[in-house]
Structure formats: C-alpha cells, structure tokens
C-alpha cells in the first residue's frame, strides 16, 4: 500500500516560520503533481500549493503566495512546504498529496489520488 507521510508540524508565534516535510511510504510510486492541503477546524479542505515534476510549475493559494514556498526532491519523492510569516488563520491540519494532475487542474483536490494523513500546524501566541 501506497501512503504519504507527513512530518514538521508543531505551534509556532505568529510571524515565525515551520517547514513541512512530505515522503512516500510503502512501494514506490510515481506522480508528476505532489500538492499541500488543508482544514481548519469547522472548515472544509482548502488548496494550499502544488507543484509538477514538468517544467516544475508551482501553484499558490492566494492567501498564502509570498510567505509560503512549495519545492520536490524528485529523486526522493518528496515535497517541502516552507512556510514563513505564519499567521494564526493559518492554523489547520495540512496534508499532502500525489496526483496526475498538470496546470491549475492542480488545484482541485480530486485530482489526488494518494494522501497523508496530515500534521498539525498551530499558530499562536
């Protein structure tokens, strides 16, 4: 069986930074899209970012695009999300995820087929 697995979470003071880590578990696999989601509290899963392995585009939610930096190790299938400038609305479950999915298709979480289970982010003083 094919899984994600997440690691990095933690809670943070509002203005510091976390890097979240995304690797494979199980048998390899290959996806050319690896993607971060998210869910708040009492809220439904929101798109976070995501990156391709083709031409290596990334994508961004616009509440987080210039604090937040999505980057792959394609040799390792894995995915970073560095996330600066943290704001407590940033705080959720964030779960990664692989998919074939290319373009701003990427941002739609039924183009996933592989995920995490997710780690915790906390944002607060």
């Known amino acids: 069986q094919v899984q994600l697995v997440e690691s990095g979470g933690g809670l943070v003071q509002p203005g510091g930074s976390l890097r979240l880590s995304c690797t494979p578990s199980?048998?390899?696999?290959?996806?050319?899209?690896m993607g971060w989601f998210r869910q708040a509290p009492g809220k439904g899963r929101e798109f976070v970012s995501a990156i391709t392995s083709s031409g290596g585009g990334t994508y961004y939610a616009e509440s987080v695009k210039g604090r937040f930096t999505i980057s792959r190790d394609n040799a390792k299938n894995t995915v970073y999300l560095q996330m600066n400038s943290l704001k407590p609305e940033d705080t959720a479950v964030y779960s990664c995820a692989a998919g074939f999915c290319s373009g701003y298709r990427c941002y739609e979480r039924a183009e996933y087929d592989i995920w995490g289970r997710g780690t915790q982010v906390t944002v607060s003083s």
């Open positions: 199980g048998r390899t696999f290959s996806r050319p899209a």
